[in-house]
């Protein structure tokens, strides 16, 4: 299985690529990992929040092919303990999963497309993170649930 993360605009934050770079670096001794990071969308200014979210869209579509399952990082999604996000990413490698996308929105959310083209939507927290700490927190969680899988101490319980 390969899993991928779709963000929507570079990271700026120095501590931030230190940190995902961490656990990226982490992660390839678990998993086949790619991160695709699309452009900001040019001009918002001149951009309803609806327009951005269609523009956004548009790019997020290209990068998709019709056999991923696509899963949405929204606030509204499912949540997980580390515990059963370890266990949700185990059951989509035995399920034959081949790529295993998940993306983060623009700072207006999803379009409506991006929602029909998914197959479900996880919750990092009830609180509000910016899109760039969502990146770490998302690697971090990956690498741990790896960890678990493979009964390494790096989880507590």
């Avoid at 779709?6 to 690529?17: H, M, N, R, S």
């Avoid at 678990?30 to 001149?46: E, L, Q, R, S």
């Avoid at 303990?81 to 490698?93: D, E």
Wanted: no cysteine; glycine share 4%; net charge positive.
């Amino acid at each position: 299985m390969k899993i991928t993360l779709i963000a929507i605009g570079k990271t700026e934050d120095k501590y931030l690529i230190e940190g995902i770079d961490k656990y990226l670096n982490r992660l390839k001794h678990y998993i086949n990992f790619n991160m695709v990071i699309i452009p900001d969308v040019k001009n918002t200014k001149n951009l309803t929040e609806a327009q951005q979210k269609t523009k956004e869209a548009e790019l997020l579509l290209k990068q998709l092919n019709n056999s991923d399952v696509v899963v949405l990082l929204d606030e509204k999604g499912k949540k997980f303990t580390s515990v059963q996000f370890s266990a949700y990413i185990n059951k989509q490698m035995v399920g034959s999963v081949q790529n295993l996308v998940f993306i983060i929105g623009g700072p207006y959310g999803f379009d409506e497309s991006i929602y029909k083209r998914s197959n479900s939507s996880i919750s990092l927290s009830d609180m509000t993170f910016s899109h760039q700490m969502v990146r770490l927190f998302f690697v971090e969680q990956l690498y741990r649930a790896f960890t678990i899988l493979k009964n390494e101490p790096y989880h507590h319980e």
